[in-house]
């Protein structure tokens, strides 16, 4: 059941060149979720997707952007990769925005930025 | 940063023994949430339990809540090999966000 999906699993960029993680969901979830993990920090919200055309800024927003066109798809750009973006990105999706709603996750993609 | 807190931050067992995480979080909460991650893989959801509950039960998993203390805590029993992996709680607060503590690391040793 692939449900969420995350590509590339693993990226290596330089400094200053634009990347963009993919993720893909398959359960119509109207929630969709970009969060970054490092260590000592847990996770720390990105940017998030209410529907397709909406999207809000999380805790750590900046060198980040969004679309979401599609409701399945919600891919995260780095305009000009930082050192400081290395880091794991976790892409997860809710139903919907009710109280007993829980998250499902993707597998992440681990970037690191030379 | 609105990060909740965990303790301990690494916890390393015996098999058979149980292994008890805790949480802690500052804003009103409308539930709290426990996510399972091995290692390299994503988050997956263990269990939730809303504001207005004390104590929540899943197989071997026991939930409690505390909202005066703004605290939860984590009990698995009978702990296995499997059961090796970190362990995030996640409060929901008024604005449907969750902030999330930064995990417990745990290891069961046969």
């Known amino acids: 059941d692939a449900g969420i999906t995350q590509s590339p699993r693993y990226k290596i960029t330089e400094t200053g060149r634009q990347v963009t993680l993919m993720c893909h969901q398959t359960w119509s979830h109207s929630y969709m979720f970009w969060y970054r993990q490092d260590l000592g920090h847990g996770l720390r919200l990105i940017y998030y997707s209410a529907a397709a055309d909406i999207t809000d800024k999380g805790e750590v927003p900046d060198g980040y952007v969004v679309s979401r066109s599609k409701t399945e798809n919600f891919p995260l750009t780095l305009e000009s990769a930082t050192r400081s973006q290395t880091s794991v990105y976790f892409c997860a999706s809710r139903l919907g925005q009710g109280a007993g709603e829980k998250l499902f996750f993707g597998s992440g993609t681990q970037l690191s930025v030379l | 940063s609105q990060q909740g807190e965990e303790d301990p931050q690494a916890l390393s067992i015996q098999e058979g023994e149980n292994a008890t995480m805790n949480c802690s979080y500052k804003t009103s909460i409308n539930n709290l949430q426990w996510y399972r991650q091995n290692s390299g893989r994503g988050l997956v959801h263990l269990i939730l339990?809303?504001?207005n509950e004390r104590e929540k039960h899943s197989g071997r998993l026991r939930v409690t809540l505390d909202t005066s203390k703004k605290s939860s805590s984590l009990l698995i029993t009978a702990s296995r090999a499997a059961d090796t992996a970190s362990y995030f709680c996640?409060?929901?607060?008024?604005?449907?966000?969750?902030?999330w503590g930064a995990g417990t690391k745990l290891i069961i040793k046969p």
């Open positions: 996640a409060a929901m607060d008024s604005n449907y966000q969750l902030i």
């Open positions: 339990i809303r504001s």
